[in-house]
């Protein structure tokens, strides 16, 4: 008997009656009944036929499933290939990775800060999760040591000191901000998390090879078999603990031609959005157009223009470009402060522009 699955997300409009999971990795049906299994334990149904993980199903299956995937209040959607590992991955784990939620919280708020500082998606602290369950003695066969299990050679050129005496890959700090600076790096190189993630365990010769070895797609899910089992697999451990502690993906479980079709044309600065959970609940959006300017808003809602920049990245650029149309973030106080000014805040972006104020392309 085929397995049927409970999809996690919101309600279509009197159409699909989904499940959808708590924050708890709990599925509900909208009645609020709990249901019996959040889990497809071998099989993926897509319309028609049957396939396991390792298949590689029709395109348009594809978008069917794609339609029907986990779904959130940010518009991320799972990509139909990582349901089912995700789904079992929940089931057996995530009542201990839920555990940790407590005492982890002290050193995810470090992370985040860290994180941040880097302009690096918070939720990337969670690849230290699947690394070493955040035991700072963590050591793996290769000689990978820390909560981000570092080797020897790259913790060095990342400017921690490893040597008989001392070894700060244990040091959660360090080893956090030597972390940042490599995934940096590793985005710089490759331009899509999924592939920095892939890159970061592997290593990145193996992700090129992946490339390669794939007619140059650089697409994880088609890629994801030229990759090293471990590695492949990885990825997945990311995105399904991504799951359990978010209740929904990110940017950094996504592709990057994921990202663009489904964040559409705001995928170009929402993906540099670096905004923790707590701020992005926070905090209200609306879409902007006209000649609105970020130096006219700040003075006019009081806001500091470093935290405008990292709500709003690229700002002044894309509202000068042709696009001119912006869906512009905020926390809630300081949006209301912009709704109540806007009128003043537009004269006065209108008259800086034409006093020569510069916009950064």
Not at 41 to 56: L, R, T
Not at 243 to 256: D, M, R
Not at 331 to 356: C, H, R, T, W
Request: aromatic share 10%.
């Amino acid at each position: 008997m085929k397995r049927k699955l409970f999809i996690s997300g919101i309600l279509g409009l009197g159409v699909l009656c989904m499940a959808y999971s708590t924050d708890h990795g709990i599925a509900i049906n909208p009645n609020g009944k709990k249901l019996n299994k959040i889990v497809l334990s071998q099989q993926f149904e897509f319309p028609g036929k049957v396939v396991n993980d390792s298949a590689d199903p029709q395109e348009e299956d594809l978008t069917h499933a794609f339609e029907l995937g986990y779904n959130a209040s940010n518009g991320i959607r799972l990509n139909p290939r990582a349901i089912q590992f995700v789904q079992d991955y929940m089931e057996k784990n995530g009542e201990d990775l839920r555990k940790m939620k407590g005492w982890a919280k002290p050193y995810f708020n470090m992370m985040d800060g860290v994180l941040k500082k880097y302009g690096l998606p918070s939720e990337l602290k969670y690849l230290a999760v699947i690394e070493s369950e955040l035991k700072s003695t963590a050591t793996s066969w290769a000689g990978a040591v820390g909560p981000w299990q570092l080797m020897p050679q790259t913790a060095r050129d990342l400017g921690l000191k490893v040597n008989r005496s001392v070894d700060e890959r244990k040091n959660y700090t360090k080893s956090t901000h030597a972390a940042a600076l490599y995934l940096r790096d590793l985005y710089r190189e490759f331009n899509d998390w999924l592939l920095v993630i892939a890159a970061y365990n592997g290593g990145p010769a193996n992700v090129y090879s992946a490339i390669k070895k794939s007619q140059g797609s650089r697409n994880f899910w088609k890629l994801q078999y030229y990759l090293p089992a471990e590695t492949r697999m990885h990825v997945k451990k990311f995105i399904g603990t991504h799951y359990i502690f978010e209740g929904q993906g990110s940017v950094t479980t996504l592709t990057k031609a994921e990202v663009t079709e489904q964040l559409g044309v705001t995928a170009t600065y929402l993906i540099n959005r670096r905004l923790t959970t707590a701020e992005l609940s926070g905090a209200k959006s609306m879409e902007v157009s006209g000649k609105y300017y970020s130096a006219a808003i700040v003075k006019n809602i009081m806001m500091d223009a470093t935290e405008f920049n990292r709500y709003n990245p690229d700002f002044d650029a894309i509202m000068a470009s042709n696009n001119n149309a912006y869906e512009m973030k905020l926390p809630a106080d300081k949006m209301d402060l912009f709704v109540a000014n806007k009128y003043i805040i537009l004269n006065e972006s209108v008259q800086m522009l034409l006093n020569g104020a510069t916009v950064i392309k």
